[in-house]
């Protein structure tokens, strides 16, 4: 049965723009059920016509034809995305709870259909005599491990249970992420008095004011975004504000209201065990590395425990100087977590004769966009002009064209930078469009969400030093999508292993720490005099100041993640203790609590990004400073022949290598962890080249 159609349905109408920007002027939320219901069915018929197609099977009839397919689905879901993410309201959440069900149903259908898989398998046993291209052949073999890795193969009733599992997963990761939504929109702290703002700097003032009036309100409001809560836990003398504004923070999701998460984490943990076992692994970690470049819960474990065992020492060292600090200031308290960032601040300042706010001054959010962009041209060739033409979700999403050395197309760039109410938290690429060449050159449409305080009506937007790393990191991932050069959608741009996938990003990150870029950018907002010589000294020198506490924030993470992962399909468990447990057998200090909680922890639980996966930054670490160590070996940040490796084999690569053997056509060798803890100060740095 064919659903009904909206003729007017702009997202089912074909899009008439050349450079296939969805008509977002047009799109209303009415839209979407229609569209997917038509968009899901198209792709089933061709699924099946694929299945069961009378001719043998080739690469061309059934990999070829499944890449060309469920393209409305593919463009549906991807405006969807966008919005569900970066403009949300009650109806496209309402959709997003419906939708996350049937989507996971359809796909499991897929790859449980028999007739497909045979076709796949076929082809996969033959691989080696089918003539194809490189590409081609790691394209099957994604497809025939993707299939297997969903349960293709299974006896009847293994599917069955299975599919079950998929769709309350789903089902279970939307309720989760709408539920951490709910608690981040319901928390305003509003803030009258002159003393209620005592040690605030004016930029926050300002961002606190614009964050009231965005939501109706007189005076200055604390927001449960990170860029609200923690420069107010950094400057805020106010010790019991920032206790409840902590509080807050880190109860979202465990309230034991009906948003609490903590039932959904426990039945969560238990499907994904159950599902790794129908699927022939131990537990969940064990089936999510072994697609993994780590391959192994016990290649994690041991990079996690050697950055572990040396960040801990490290943090509790500081821990004892920061209370030091406190008795010096005649406070009578233990230092708690609401205090650690408040009291590293003041330790900073003294220590390396830097703050913060000295420097924000000069990190205005478009000279750091243009930072960003300079990078770009001197490593790749890349230009970007802004572009005002272009449909947008929200008035304040900013477009650029971009193009290469010789004026080649790439693609346009979506800059979302402002937090808003409608706007889930963190930062994020998504793209509206993947880079692919097997129907037409199709150029990518990607975006970047931010979550910055916008400065006040009519004022410039300034960054912390942390806000322009993110900008770096996520502009690194959209440079993964935008230089893509590939032929099938399938290993696209950012579709590449997860542990991989952090390393164009944080790699990225590495050049905002070079005074060259720094003293050109780093420009003051009001005079456009750049940084002052000794600031930009201490900046850099203050950059692994408290680092200690950022990595046992990040490592406790990743552990606690690796071990609800670990449990086995009959462990039930009750999260808050599994939570405590957890902490307590790696010796977490008391004062620092996991940069995510659990039962706020998008990156595992709003859906399976990152399950078993968190340590992947760290991996991807790993892989970052020891590439970035090849343009410092080289004496030039923008080494050309290093950039061009680097093009080549990382950023324009997508998923067309194993990530290992990329990594080693770019560097020549793989990594050790030797550079990541040089990097983090954790070891001395390298000795002079004999
Ligand atoms: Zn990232």
Redesign the pocket.
Known sequence: MTPPVMSDNPLLADWTRADGVPPFDRIMPEHFRPAYDRALAEHEAEIAAIAADPEPPTFANTIGAMERGGRALTRVGNVFHVLAGAHSNDELLAIERDIAPQIARHWNRIHTNEALFRRIDALAKVAGTLGLDAEQKRVLERYHISFRRAGAGLDAAAKKRLAEIIERLAALGTAFSQNVLADEQAFVLSFHEEAELAGLPAFMRDAMKSEAQERGRDGYAVTLSRSSVEPFLQFSDRRDLREKVFRAFVSRGDNGGPTDNKSIIAETVLLRAERARLLGFADFAHYRLDDAMAKSPDAVRDLLDTVWTRARKKTLADRDDLQALVQEEGGNFKLAPWDWRYYAEKLRRRRCDFDEMAVKPYLNLDQMIEAVFYAAKRLFGLTFRPRTDVPVWHPDVRVWEVRGRDDKLFGLFFGDYFARPSKHSGAWMTSLRDQQRLTGDVRPLIVNVCNFAKGAEGETTLLSFDDARTLF??FG?ALHGLLSNVTYPEISGTNVATDFV?LP?QLYEHWLEQPDLLRRFALHYRSGEPMPEDLLARLLAARNFNRGFATVEYVACALVDLDFHSLSAADRIESAAFEAQALSRIGMPDEIVMRHRPSHFAHIFSGEGYAAGYYSYMWSEVLDADAFEAFEEAGDIFDPAIAKRLHDYIYAAGGSRDPAEAYKLFRGRLPSADALLRKRGFAAPAAAAA
Request: no cysteine; charged share 40%; hydrophobic share 0%.
């Open positions: 990191h996520e991932h952090e990003s």
